[in-house]
């Protein structure tokens, strides 16, 4: 999270993927859990159809194995999802939902959980197609505090000042981690986890699957401190 003008502003999300099929159910999960994690649980349904459909057009008129991207920017009052890929030719249309039409339906799906806020944006040899839902001030929270926050905040302080997997320290010593360092010594930590736990003879995957299924429990409820604003 950054602060501007005295609120909290979260940096947009971005994620870079092959558009197959399969890819879909996944982007879905991710979409849902960083809802989650911005307070805006209840916009998850309406993002994940902004984000099937969008990926789906991709796929379908693109091309499977079209490498795009998923962005998700929250600018109050409006969340914007947007599917970026190589090919500004093939435009989205928008189709009466009809029972007769077999497919081309996806954009008028887009188009009534938006209320009509979605577009195309032509950018030399790429396009972007972006919807916006428009999202209560007063959700636009996250949990920052509690304990499970405050352990975590130590643990990555901490790998910060230590070398990585690629050679080098997130952050020298003494120095404080900025969004990007923290998410870099994150990931390492959950990465030497599952090296251990494969090391003692645990299955990564059936751990992971675990605390997923813990976090998602705790994260939708009011499990530590209230949402702060």
């Keep these: 999270m950054i602060y501007a003008s005295g609120r909290v502003v979260r940096e947009p999300w971005l994620h870079e993927f092959a558009a197959h099929p399969e890819e879909v159910a996944q982007l879905r ?14 916009h998850v349904d309406a993002a994940q159809i902004c984000v099937s459909e969008l990926v789906t057009n991709v796929i379908q008129h693109v091309g499977e ?11 109050r009052p409006h969340l914007r999802v947007e599917v970026v890929d190589p ?10 939902a009809s029972t007769a039409l077999e497919s081309g339906r996806g954009m008028a799906l887009v188009d009534a959980v938006t209320d009509h806020r979605w577009g195309v944006t032509l950018r030399g040899d790429t396009k972007v197609v972006w919807c916006e839902l428009t999202v209560d001030d007063f959700a636009v929270c996250s949990p920052t505090n509690g304990p499970r926050v405050t352990r975590a905040s130590a643990i990555l302080e901490l ?17 404080r981690l900025n969004v990007a360092a ?37 994260i939708g409820g009011v499990s530590e401190a209230p949402l702060v604003c």
Aim: cysteine-free; charged content about 20%; aromatic content about 6%.
């Design 29 to 42: 999960r991710m979409v849902r859990l960083r809802l989650i994690l911005w307070g805006l649980q209840e």
């Design 159 to 175: 790998y910060g000042t230590w070398p990585l997997a690629h050679g080098s320290a997130v952050l020298g010593s003494g120095s």
């Design 182 to 218: 923290a998410e870099e010594a994150a990931i390492e930590a959950m990465a030497d986890l599952l090296h251990w736990l494969r090391a003692h003879g645990h299955d990564p995957d059936d751990v992971l699957d675990r605390a997923q299924t813990h976090f998602e429990a705790e």
């Design 87 to 96: 090919d500004p030719r093939a435009l989205p249309t928008l189709l009466a």
């Design 65 to 75: 194995g079209t490498p795009t991207t998923l962005r998700m920017e929250l600018n």
